[in-house]
């Protein structure tokens, strides 16, 4: 504190003294300045940057981590407003960003550049206008399970002319999935080839000019975690619950906009179907979760991590009632995965060029029951907030990673 008495920036004590300041440094926090240019000059004027030199160096001084910081300035425009934002070091401007997104009831993209608009998505720029394909097609889309619901995601992503697209899944093509995995050929099952591999083929066919790296890796582990957070977007098309809760935390730590596919079909005793739903959850980092959503809970998670990592303790637990069981096989339909995607890619859609009757708070759960025929919503503001997460939002990189210990990384023992 006795630095923060001693700076000497022009009435700027009472931010450095601010007990902001003193939260980012106990939790390696990076500060954001950001102001206005109400007559909505473009770029950063001489007074901002004189103004960002000594005040980032102050900062700077105090927090003492070599930590980047950044500064933004918020301009008015005919339908709202935009922002734009620079790094800044001790030392001045680090550069500019290319990105800066707001994870809210509408998803807020604001780039450095406007992509182009090739012929293809002429159409849909009819409907939603130039801006937003122009968004798309710089969109870069973390996709996490490319099975059942993931592949039709994926292939309506592409369609659409998203940018760039990360896939992610680890299993293989087999048999018994190829009445539900959109791109894929009994060629692929007979060589058991690895899904994403398959699906980035197929997209390079396709020819529409998305970009696809791929992972086949599980969704908890370190790399992944820290190739996730260099996308706009993240989509879960995962039937774990621990997976979910890994992406939930990766969201909320990173400060990305989270959709949640679900299916779920219940076969009636005797043949039949009991139950068809799909659900689609567009999550805010620091407000309602998966968890304090009641899609899961601990218990779940903890059966699902004990089954992969001990299975006979697994087994034993189960046998004497400690602990609840994991479901085994889940039945499938393309039709049902198609309809959850497509809420999904139309959630997205409609979180950067809003165009429904209602604000998009109140769309926070979207289920179908096609079983009854009806469809349900709820905003949220009806959701509890997560109390656990609500306190990790924008952590970014932390040790161990999200705060597990299953993803601590170090030397690889012997």
Known sequence: LKKVRAVKYRGERKILSDPLLQEAIRRRMAIVKIHSHPGGYDRFSDRDDASDNSFFRAVTDLLEDGMPHASAVMLPEADG?????????????????????????????????????????RRHAQAFGAGTVSRLRQMRVAVVGCSGTGSPLISQLVRLGVGKLLLIDMDRVEW????????????????????VDVLAEEIGRVGLGTEVACMARDVATPEVVRAVPGCDVLFG???????????????TYYNLA??????????????????????????QPGLSSLKSRSVYDSEDVRAELLKRDDPAEYRRRRKEGYIRGVQEDRPAVISVNTLAAALAVNELLARIHPFRNDPNGRFALQQFALHEGFNFIKAERDLPRCPVLAKEVGRGDVTPLLNRPDLAEGPVAA
Not at 91 to 120: K, N, R
Not at 179 to 195: E, G, Q
Not at 237 to 251: G, H, K, T
Request: net charge negative.
């Open 81 to 121: 407003f935009r922002v734009f934002a620079r790094i800044m070091g001790g030392d001045g401007v680090i550069g500019q960003t290319d990105l800066v997104t707001v994870a809210g009831d509408d998803l807020l993209m604001w780039h450095s550049t406007m992509a182009g608009m090739p012929e293809f998505v």
């Open 176 to 195: 018994k999935n190829l009445n539900r995995i959109y791109m894929t050929h009994a060629s692929d099952a007979n060589l058991a080839r690895l899904k």
């Open 237 to 251: 098309c995962v039937d774990s619950m621990s997976a979910r809760d890994v992406l939930n935390r990766l969201a």
């Open 258 to 283: 989270y959709f949640d596919l679900g299916v779920q079909l219940q076969a009636a005793p005797g043949g039949g179907v009991d139950q068809v739903t799909a659900a689609v959850h567009y999550l």
